[in-house]
């Protein structure tokens, strides 16, 4: 079992659609849970963070963490066709030897206009 | 400010031989993470270097290697190249105690 996983998709809605990306994990040592969006022939970038459980909204966007479940979720309000792209989770743990961080195998989002 | 980067960006060889990629970090940043990203796969982890130390390594051969330099410019090298080695493969740097906030557009390596 992988220690996060991640439905690859592909995923396709609609210009302005609700998006719901999610991602399990079994180590319950992870602290940080962040997103990245990875558009093509790109390197992935940064989206968001959380630290421990809860929401955090950015705009659109808003990431949730279910520490109990050990599930976590990015929702993009009012889609956009810009918002195409890979989605990629992420989580980190801390240890003596600094951050060590898995990813998870990506979402592929398609937003038809 | 610029940005993480990567060179070369594209890259093909033939198996059997050896690839040297670079990284530049952003400037102050002391912490260079390699991972490689296949369509099966994913980012994998390959290694991390703190202050010119591997600091952390994951599950790949020893074919793999890499290295800091005191300007904290990084190497990773691949020797004995093998066509499962096909990948992007992409560096991140951070602050010490942070989160990797910031990749290179990754080197595309292909084996033929």
């Known amino acids: 079992q992988k220690e996060v996983e991640q439905d690859p998709g592909p995923l396709s809605v609609p210009e302005g659609a609700i998006v719901s990306l999610n991602c399990t994990y079994s180590?319950?040592?992870?602290?940080?849970f962040m997103w990245y969006r990875q558009y093509s022939r790109k390197g992935p970038e940064l989206l968001m963070y959380?630290?421990?459980?809860g929401n955090k909204e950015d705009g659109r966007f808003t990431a949730q963490v279910d520490k109990s479940s050990k599930y976590i979720s990015l929702f993009i309000r009012d889609s956009q066709p810009s918002d195409s792209a890979t989605y990629l989770c992420?989580?980190?743990?801390?240890?003596?030897?600094?951050?060590?961080?898995?990813f998870g195998a990506g979402t592929r989002l398609f937003v038809k206009a | 400010k610029a940005g993480v980067t990567q060179t070369p960006r594209y890259l093909i060889k033939t198996r059997g031989q050896q690839v040297t990629l670079s990284c530049s970090p952003i400037?102050?940043?002391?912490?260079v993470s390699w991972y490689q990203q296949t369509p099966g796969q994913g980012l994998q982890f390959l290694f991390e270097?703190?202050?010119?130390?591997?600091?952390n390594k994951g599950n790949f051969p020893g074919r793999f290697s890499g290295r800091q330099f005191s300007n904290s410019r990084s190497e990773m090298n691949v020797s004995t190249l093998e066509l499962g080695d096909s990948a992007l493969y992409l560096c991140?740097?951070?602050?010490?105690?942070?989160?990797?906030?910031?990749f290179g557009q990754g080197t595309r390596l292909t084996v033929v």
């Open positions: 180590n319950s040592a992870f602290q940080y």
């Open positions: 991140a740097s951070s602050l010490e105690g942070q989160i990797l906030a910031f």
């Open positions: 400037s102050g940043h002391r912490s």
């Open positions: 270097y703190f202050s010119e130390t591997q600091r």
């Open positions: 992420a989580m980190s743990s801390v240890n003596t030897g600094g951050f060590k961080t898995i």
């Open positions: 959380t630290y421990s459980s």
